[in-house]
């Protein structure tokens, strides 16, 4: 492919001047805020006396319960068992004693059943299975690992990994997601900048685990020391390649990685192995490296800790099961009391409702953020303007989806293609009125689900 190009340069300017793909349709800019953490190596932040681990952290049924109160657990060893095929198990990030299963409140305000484990501080492990040399492990045994190492999609879609890698089409080629797109989050690029040779070896495993000939790392212009070090990694190998691409938001949702690097355009309703690809999160590849070389559960990930609002943002390796809380207190508090605090990026993550919710294997960042990055505007009349249909990534008329939606004509907003819009937010955020639009487009998703619910039962 002409687009994919290949170079080992981390200087900035020249960066700029080679080819850089992006999506055709939509996308704009928007304030990176990366600065902050984008070149401060990841720490390792201390346990905490207790962690709070929920047994849904992933798409799909949750985990049962396999310890009881006074039972004592290792680090990595399983405490939820998933029983059914979309599901992952959850394993415990800390060696101590079992002190509750019972119901918690997530980040997001939203209850589930957690197992809260008390620190002894002594991080003791279970011994894992390790898998030393890639060529001698089956598909199905990667798949296997996979699975028993509780690895859900770490950019935030929590979908878990062993379903991914078993694509019911033929795939010809990985893509490895490493636009990191939304402002403030660096903890993809800080994990390409230092465990670029982990993400080759985990790109490897999801290769051999779904067929896959090709695999292709994306990375936006705008990380040019991760380009270096991933081309640097990738250099011996003539089937990865990595693919420079333009700043532009949202090019690391998956349809616009897609279409910008392959040219492939994922049909309404369809998944990338529609087109014969898989898609990865940087983080999730290592994970997959280290279940198979070290035989290690997924119980720790590096969260940006970011925002106007935190004393000193940084990228910290976290167990699961930290109160958030804890995060910014590591980072040496709040300067003031925060406008907002969001976990995630700011264009797609959800406000904290709880800071004593817990880090969750999909967590990539929290962020704390001053008046002036958090203005809550009022909402005005629309002016016709159409910055928001320009804007949209997915062709669609946010306008229209926003007022059908709102108003509850979920069916009017179902034949403007309802479904496609992908709630990147990038038409809230350039509209001038300051329009609700993807909130009430998410209103109208879930009303129309609910009509469809009814309509199957009647
Ligand atoms: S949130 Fe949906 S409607 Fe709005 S720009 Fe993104 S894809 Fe388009
Ligand atoms: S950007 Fe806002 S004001 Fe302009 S057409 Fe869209 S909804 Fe209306």
């Known amino acids: 492919m002409v687009f994919v190009i290949s170079f080992s340069d981390s200087n900035p300017e020249r960066v700029s001047k080679l080819i850089q793909r992006t999506f055709p ?83 997001n305000g939203a209850k589930t059943m957690c197992v ?14 390790k898998h030393g040399d890639l060529r001698k492990i089956s598909a199905a045994a990667i798949r296997e690992a ?19 890698l078993n694509p019911p089409k033929p795939v010809d080629t990985i893509l490895i997601n490493g ?44 990380k040019p020391d991760a380009i270096s070090q991933v081309q640097e990694a990738v250099a011996e190998y003539e089937q990865l390649s990595v693919a420079v691409l333009q700043v532009r938001y949202p090019q690391g949702a ?41 035989g290690k559960a997924s119980y720790e990930r590096v969260v940006t800790v970011s925002g106007g609002a935190v004393v000193d943002p940084r990228n910290l390796l976290v167990r699961v099961g930290t109160p958030i809380e804890e995060l910014f207190k590591f980072c040496g508090g709040f300067l003031g009391e925060p406008e907002a605090v969001v976990c995630g990026g700011p264009m797609t993550g959800p406000p904290v409702q709880d800071l004593l919710g817990p880090v969750v294997k ?36 946010p306008n229209l989806l926003g007022e059908y939606s709102n108003k509850g004509l979920y069916r009017d907003a179902e034949r403007l293609h309802l479904r496609d819009c992908i709630e990147c937010s990038l038409c809230s955020y350039v509209c001038p ?8 487009i998410k209103k109208g998703k879930a009303g129309l689900a609910a009509e469809n619910a009814k309509e199957k039962v009647s």
């Open 116 to 129: 809260v484990i008390r620190n002894d501080g002594r991080d003791e492990m279970v011994a894992g299975e």
């Open 179 to 222: 636009a990191e797109c939304e402002p403030y989050l660096t903890c993809d690029h800080r994990l390409m900048v230092e465990q670029a040779e982990q993400m080759v070896h985990g790109l490897f495993a999801i290769m051999k685990a779904t067929g896959a000939a090709k695999g292709v790392i994306g990375i936006e212009a705008n």
């Open 254 to 294: 998956e349809k616009q990685l897609i279409k910008a690097i392959l040219n492939r355009e994922v049909p309404s309703g369809g998944l990338p192995h529609d087109v014969g690809c898989v898609v990865s999160n940087v983080h999730t590849a290592i994970a997959i490296y280290e279940a198979l070389s070290a």
């Open 433 to 440: 009125a300051k329009r609700a639009l993807v909130t009430w």
């Open 25 to 107: 349709r939509g996308g704009g800019d928007i304030p990176h805020h990366k600065e902050a953490t984008d070149g401060k190596p990841i720490v390792v932040m201390p346990a905490p006396s207790i962690v709070v681990i929920p047994l849904q952290q992933h798409i799909g049924a949750p985990c049962e319960p396999v310890v009881a109160v006074g039972d004592k657990v290792k680090m990595g060893q399983m405490i939820g068992q998933s029983t059914k095929f979309i599901s992952a198990p959850v394993h415990s990030s800390v060696s101590g004693q079992v002190l509750a299963v019972e119901e918690r409140r997530l980040a």
């Open 146 to 164: 996979v699975k028993n190492a509780g690895i859900v999609g770490m950019g935030g879609a929590g979908f878990p990994t062993h379903v991914k």
């Open 362 to 397: 999909n967590l990539s960042g929290v962020l704390a953020l001053s008046k002036e990055e958090a203005a809550f505007d009022e909402n005005f009349p629309c002016i016709r303007c159409e910055r928001c249909v320009r804007a949209c990534p997915m062709g669609l008329t």
